[in-house]
C-alpha cells in the first residue's frame, strides 16, 4: 500500500487458556475453516504431551512445554535476497518478533505433518515434546537459518 499500512488484525483469545498465542496457532492448523477440528487437535496433543511428560505423580502443564518448544522453533536471524550489481546476496537481518512467532509456528505445523505417527494429535505432541528438548526437525530448521546467516555474516553491510 503506498499511502497507509493496513490496520493490524489482533485475534480472540482462546476458550480454553485464554491465549491468543494459542488462537493463532490453531488458526494456523486449520483446514478449510474447520477451526473446532483444529482445537480439539491441539488440546489432544496437549493432552498427549502431559501424559507422556509426566513422571509418578508429577504434573506437568502442557501449555508450558509447548511455549517452550515454540520459543526453541523460533528464529533470531534469517537471510534475505539483496540484489547489488548483477550478483544476488544472502544479506542476514534479524527477525521482527511477529514474524519470529509466525515462523516459529509455521515451522513446528509444517514439520510435526510430516512425522509418521498415526493421527494429527499424535504426530503435534510428537513434534512439541521434541522440540522442547530442543531436537526435532523445527529446531533443525532453526539452527539451518541461523548457520546461514552465520556463513553469510560477510555480506551483512548491504543491509536494506
Known amino acids: 500500500m503506498r499511502k497507509s499500512k493496513p490496520k493490524k ?5 482462546d476458550p480454553k487458556f485464554g491465549d491468543t498465542l ?3 496457532f490453531v488458526n494456523s492448523l486449520m483446514y478449510d475453516g474447520k477451526k473446532s477440528i483444529a482445537y480439539s487437535i491441539f488440546y489432544g496433543a496437549l493432552e498427549v504431551v502431559e501424559q507422556k511428560l509426566s513422571k509418578g505423580g ?17 528464529p533470531s536471524v534469517e537471510v534475505r535476497s539483496r540484489r547489488v550489481g548483477g550478483a544476488t546476496f544472502q544479506v542476514p537481518t534479524e527477525v521482527r518478533p511477529d514474524r519470529k512467532t509466525s515462523l516459529g509456528i509455521k515451522w513446528m505445523i509444517d514439520y510435526a505433518r510430516r512425522r509418521s505417527e498415526k493421527s494429527m494429535t499424535e504426530k503435534l505432541a510428537g513434534e512439541i515434546i521434541s522440540a522442547s528438548k530442543g531436537e526435532g526437525a523445527a529446531v ?3 539452527d539451518d ?3 546461514m546467516a ?5 555480506f551483512s553491510h548491504f543491509k536494506f
Open 9 to 13: 488484525r489482533y485475534v480472540l483469545p
Open 22 to 24: 494459542v488462537t493463532k
Open 58 to 74: 508429577e504434573a506437568v502443564s502442557g501449555l508450558e512445554v509447548w511455549r517452550k518448544a515454540l520459543n526453541n522453533v523460533m
Open 140 to 142: 533443525k530448521k532453526k
Open 145 to 147: 537459518t541461523h548457520r
Open 150 to 154: 552465520e556463513a553469510n555474516k560477510a
